[in-house]
């Protein structure tokens, strides 16, 4: 039994977007089922999370949720960022996209969807986010 898991389940539930994007592609990419809550709890407990559940390098956490020795980079686009936003993929790579959704009080919620390679989303953690419609 996990230690917490009520508690780990919560956090992932609220701020776990990305990292259930990661773990989509790591199965995707190398045809695995992982348990996301022990993959959480065990990438959490080797300091790949900060506080509020955000990935601190997701490269890293992408080559743990792999469970293979090649080792994986994460590139941002956009603004501010080593890439345009506006990046074509090469072959082999793959994208997680950020939407963003205003809210009636002005609150700003981002949400992150593993994308189709042409900027569209192909696996929305939540099923059916505001920030994606």
């Known amino acids: 039994m996990i230690n917490s898991i009520q508690k780990l389940a919560e956090e992932l539930g609220e701020w776990?977007?990305?990292?259930?994007?990661l773990c989509w592609l790591a199965e995707d990419t190398q045809g695995l089922q992982l348990n996301y809550l022990s993959e959480y709890a065990d990438a959490k407990s080797k300091g790949m999370f900060d506080?509020?559940?955000?990935?601190?390098?997701?490269?890293?956490?992408?080559?743990?949720?792999?469970?293979?020795?090649?080792?994986?980079?994460?590139?941002?686009?956009g603004e501010g960022h080593p890439l345009p936003l506006d990046y074509k993929l090469l072959p082999g790579e793959r994208e997680i996209l950020r939407y963003e959704y205003v809210d009636s009080t002005g609150k700003t919620w981002a949400h992150f969807v593993v994308g189709d390679g042409n900027q569209k989303?192909?696996?929305?953690?939540?099923?059916?986010?505001?920030?994606?419609?």
């Open 51 to 77: 506080e509020q559940c955000n990935v601190t390098d997701g490269g890293r956490l992408f080559t743990f949720l792999c469970h293979t020795p090649i080792s994986y980079t994460v590139v941002k686009a």
């Open 16 to 21: 776990g977007c990305y990292f259930f994007s």
């Open 121 to 133: 989303c192909l696996f929305d953690p939540l099923g059916d986010s505001n920030s994606v419609a």
